[in-house]
């Protein structure tokens, strides 16, 4: 069995090194490299197949390095978080394409559905060994398996266990997608749901919704890009929370207390901050950060 790999971040790491020991990986697809600071960065995916000795392309446009795919001797082509749509043109080319996606599908299409799974409170996600088709996450289910989503799950933490589920799925599965035991099943277009990638306006924390609501918002982009508020003309991170019970008349922003801990009155209840980060400094502990901290006093609003 002959594989053709796409991937970029660190969800698709295991799987591609599982394969790699039981398979041989003829080529490996991802996203281009990044300059940060005026350093090259290679996408993890990169990291790991260069540290396993794999051929490596980084290209802008899937199409223009099509006939490298095609012709790069695999017979399976298997995607985990690549994160660029793949041309019917290769598509058709492959017998077995199979994408590992972070959700139960048909719930959850589209490229964040671990990040607004959280997000949008969800209690149970999973993986889906399924077959690509030409439109977004809708081809055959080939294997599901559920996780049980736990209040201190967040954002990396569940990519990493939803990742190590998804090698294992996967792993169990495609020697029975190969042979044809399994067939597939079509999904129900009438229980499709999505959840799109994620914008900037994603990020900005809203104190008029309901601590609850602001706590998965937190946990769901903790710790990669991170939820924010402004104030005093500064950024604020925060990577952190926990929801506390308050039925006072203060509003939505309110600072509640600064003796600690940071408590921030919400649309219901109140959120107290646990890690937070200032623009241009260190990520902290709550505690340490208000030690002689100049931003926050009692009683101010957030807007």
């Known amino acids: 069995?002959?594989?053709?790999?796409?991937?970029?971040?660190?969800?698709?790491?295991?799987?591609?090194?599982?394969?790699?020991?039981?398979?041989?990986?003829?080529?490996?697809?991802?996203?281009?490299?990044?300059?940060?600071?005026?350093?090259?960065?290679?996408?993890?995916?990169?990291?790991?197949?260069?540290?396993?000795?794999?051929?490596?392309?980084?290209?802008?446009?899937?199409?223009?390095?099509?006939?490298?795919?095609?012709?790069?001797?695999?017979?399976?082509?298997?995607?985990?978080?690549?994160?660029?749509?793949?041309?019917?043109?290769?598509?058709?080319?492959?017998?077995?394409?199979?994408?590992?996606?972070?959700?139960?599908?048909?719930?959850?299409?589209?490229g964040a559905p671990i990040q607004r799974s959280l997000i949008e409170g969800d209690e149970i996600t999973g993986i889906t060994i399924m077959e690509m088709a030409h439109k977004m996450d809708s081809g055959k289910i080939y294997a599901k398996r559920e996780y049980k989503i736990l209040d201190s799950d967040n954002n990396t933490s569940l990519f990493e266990k939803l990742s190590l589920i998804g090698r294992d799925l996967l792993l169990e599965t495609l020697p029975s997608i190969v042979d044809g035991t399994i067939k597939g099943t079509p999904q129900n277009e009438e229980d499709a749901t999505f959840s799109y990638n994620l914008t900037k306006e994603d990020e900005l924390i809203d104190f008029n919704k309901d601590a609850r609501s602001v706590f998965n918002q937190i946990r769901g982009l903790s710790l990669e890009p991170g939820a924010y508020f402004n104030f005093q003309n500064e950024i604020f991170k925060v990577y952190e929370s926990k929801v506390v019970e308050d039925n006072s008349n203060a509003l939505?922003?309110?600072?509640?207390?600064?003796?600690?801990?940071?408590?921030?009155?919400?649309?219901?209840?109140?959120?107290?901050?646990?890690?937070?980060?200032?623009?241009?400094?260190?990520?902290?502990?709550?505690?340490?950060?208000?030690?002689?901290?100049?931003?926050?006093?009692?009683?101010?609003?957030?807007?």
Do not use: W
């Open 252 to 303: 939505p922003g309110t600072i509640l207390s600064t003796n600690k801990k940071l408590v921030i009155k919400c649309g219901k209840d109140a959120i107290s901050i646990l890690v937070i980060k200032v623009q241009s400094k260190k990520m902290m502990d709550v505690k340490s950060f208000l030690n002689g901290q100049k931003y926050f006093k009692e009683s101010l609003i957030i807007n």
């Open 1 to 110: 069995m002959k594989i053709c790999f796409l991937g970029t971040p660190t969800f698709a790491t295991p799987i591609l090194e599982a394969l790699n020991e039981k398979y041989e990986i003829c080529l490996v697809v991802t996203k281009v490299d990044q300059v940060v600071k005026k350093k090259v960065v290679y996408s993890p995916v990169k990291q790991k197949a260069l540290e396993l000795g794999l051929k490596v392309i980084t290209p802008t446009n899937l199409k223009e390095v099509a006939s490298d795919i095609i012709n790069c001797g695999a017979d399976i082509l298997i995607t985990a978080a690549y994160g660029m749509f793949i041309p019917s043109l290769i598509l058709n080319k492959f017998k077995y394409k199979i994408n590992v996606h972070g959700s139960l599908l048909p719930k959850r299409r589209g």
